[in-house]
């Protein structure tokens, strides 16, 4: 059984930058691929970032292509989401989220454990 506790969020002017962390803990972390997902208020849950176990590939949505960089530090048990150049529509509750397959995965029924989220509110 896999804990996940995001922490980072804020509230951050347009343009600005937050980065986000997911420590891990129960589990062999190593063992992973994880992902970003975020939902805002009204609509699903949605796929952001995702990266494989060892850190080297990644998958991002289109929506935040270039302007989110996601990385892991594997020593630390530690997944974090850099993000720069923040926009309104980027206003969502973060959750990040761990499965044991395949780090190509967006649908979030895939993946077997989550966080319970952290609030990133972008003003304009």
């Known amino acids: 059984q896999v804990q996940l506790v995001e922490s980072g969020g804020g509230l951050v002017q347009a343009g600005g930058s937050l980065r986000l962390s997911c420590a891990a803990s129960?589990?062999?972390?190593?063992?992973?691929?994880m992902a970003w997902f975020r939902q805002a208020p009204g609509n699903e849950r949605e796929f952001v970032v995702s990266?494989?176990?060892?850190?080297?590939?990644?998958k991002y949505a289109d929506s935040v292509k270039g302007r989110f960089t996601i990385s892991r530090d594997n020593a630390k048990n530690t997944v974090y989401l850099q993000m720069d150049s923040l926009k309104p529509e980027d206003t969502a509750v973060y959750y990040c989220?761990?499965?044991?397959?395949?780090?190509?995965?967006?649908?979030?029924?895939?993946?077997?454990?989550w966080g319970q989220g952290t609030q990133v509110t972008v003003s304009s």
């Open positions: 990266i494989n176990r060892s850190g080297s590939n990644t």
């Open positions: 129960g589990g062999t972390f190593s063992s992973y691929s």
């Open positions: 989220a761990a499965n044991s397959n395949t780090w190509l995965i967006t649908r979030s029924g895939s993946y077997d454990y």
